[in-house]
């Protein structure tokens, strides 16, 4: 089974400043990782993934995450946000065998001006 | 890009009355459509997978007899809650499987008040 924790639960920031969200998972065989955006009283829009190769990946938005298997993170980067990034942020794993997503608690992004 | 829809996007009902709700691909066949839940400032939590054809697999702790799951064709599963309550009172969220991709894609999410 695999889980996953984003240690930030809200994390407010400057329109235009940079911003980290961190994630960190758990499982005991190969993983795929995801990152959605939740704006209110929506569904899931997904911001990037990483399935293989590149450990490095991007997104839409500006986005971009680090697959970091010795350390078993997937943190997502956004060199500078504004406004519009003002959302819900979930990582997300899945061991690919049944595609069952197990997110994690999610993190509060608030941009100010 | 692949879309689901879910119908309806918000519903008010009584106590003890069932509510159904729709989730469609629009322009791809799904084999896999997963249920979620998700309460206010939470996460989501899986409730049940439907496959197509097939019945549903429930996930610990989900009533099924409560959340009914049909998946009778490859672009539409619904999700029935069965005597609701307030406590069932929720956002539920479904998403798709693109056979063709594996790609998951997500619905916009039902808000169900239960009074």
């Known amino acids: 089974a695999q889980s996953v924790t984003q240690l930030d639960s809200q994390v407010p920031v400057f329109e235009e400043a940079p911003v980290e969200l961190r994630c960190n998972y758990s499982?005991?065989?190969?993983?795929?990782l995801f990152w959605y955006v939740q704006y209110p009283n929506q569904g899931l829009q997904l911001l990037l993934k990483y399935l293989s190769g590149s450990t490095l990946v991007k997104g839409i938005n500006g986005f971009e995450a680090e697959f970091n298997k010795s350390q078993t993170s997937f943190h997502l980067r956004k060199p500078s946000v504004h406004i519009s990034d003002t959302a819900e942020y979930f990582c997300?794993?899945?061991?690919?065998?049944?595609?069952?997503?197990?997110f994690g608690a999610g993190t509060t992004v608030t941009v100010r001006a | 890009g692949a879309v689901v829809s879910q119908h309806p996007s918000w519903v008010i009902c009584k106590s003890g009355t069932s509510v159904k709700i729709e989730c469609r691909s629009l322009d791809f066949q799904a084999t896999t459509m997963f249920w979620y839940r998700q309460f206010p400032k939470q996460s989501l939590m899986l409730m049940a997978t439907?496959?197509?054809?097939?019945?549903?697999?429930?996930e610990q702790g989900v009533e099924k007899d409560k959340f009914l799951i049909n998946h009778a064709s490859l672009t539409l599963s619904t999700l029935t809650v069965t005597s609701a309550h307030p406590e069932d009172s929720s956002f539920y969220i479904c998403?798709?499987?693109?056979?063709?991709?594996?790609?998951?894609?997500f619905g916009p999410g039902t808000r169900l008040t239960v009074l």
């Open positions: 998403s798709a499987r693109d056979w063709a991709s594996n790609e998951q894609f």
């Open positions: 439907s496959n197509e054809g097939s019945k549903a697999t429930y």
């Open positions: 997300a794993v899945s061991d690919g065998g049944d595609y069952k997503l197990s």
């Open positions: 499982s005991s065989v190969s993983v795929y």
